[in-house]
């Protein structure tokens, strides 16, 4: 089974993402984001915004992922970004090709809290990531169809994440 984060830079998908791997048994992480820096490193490529734009990308997440979940068994946890709907019905049929269940989380927090957490996050710098609320605001309906929206704004990942592993063992929802 795969447990894929998606939502905006900075709503707590990392964090969760290692809580997730904590409370669920035979649970394991991959950063489909580390696929995209791999390719960055390839000369050739057409020049692109982001990895995700190129196809190569949205395949090899894929075939790795895939891969990666029959070696590994049990759950396999992502966090990744995806705020393009044709880009995230790529990746989906590709996974419900291979047969692989699929639950699709959007962790969502309101824009106050969300600018709060980038700003005072010291890893990173937060102009990149704040430049991205938008897009996330445009992608928010579709997101909204394709996954179960779990708000963070006033939930520690603890909860987020037993919320998540309750609802991703519910057989009749995906």
Excluded at 79 to 98: C, P
Excluded at 120 to 144: E, F, I, M, N, V
Aim: charged content about 20%.
């Amino acid at each position: 089974m795969i447990v894929w984060l998606n939502g905006t830079f900075g709503v707590g998908k990392t964090t969760t993402s290692a809580e997730l791997v904590r409370l669920i048994p035979e649970a394991h992480f991959f950063d489909p984001e580390q696929v995209g820096i791999m390719l960055t490193h390839a000369t050739g490529l057409p020049k692109v915004e982001d990895f995700q734009d190129w196809a190569l990308w949205r395949t090899l997440v894929v075939e790795t992922v895939t891969r990666l979940a029959g070696q590994l068994g049990g759950v396999l946890v992502l966090a990744q970004t995806v705020l393009v709907e044709d880009y995230w019905q790529e990746i989906r049929a590709g996974l419900e090709t291979a047969g692989i269940p699929l639950h699709h989380f959007v962790l969502h927090a309101d824009r106050a809290t969300l600018v709060r957490r980038i700003e005072g996050d010291p890893q990173l710098p937060p102009s990149w990531r704040l430049d991205h609320l938008t897009a996330y605001q445009d992608a928010l309906p579709w997101l909204s169809r394709e996954a179960r929206i779990v708000d963070t704004t006033h939930l520690p990942p603890t909860e987020v994440a037993a919320h998540i592993a309750a609802a991703a063992v519910t057989p009749d929802r995906t």
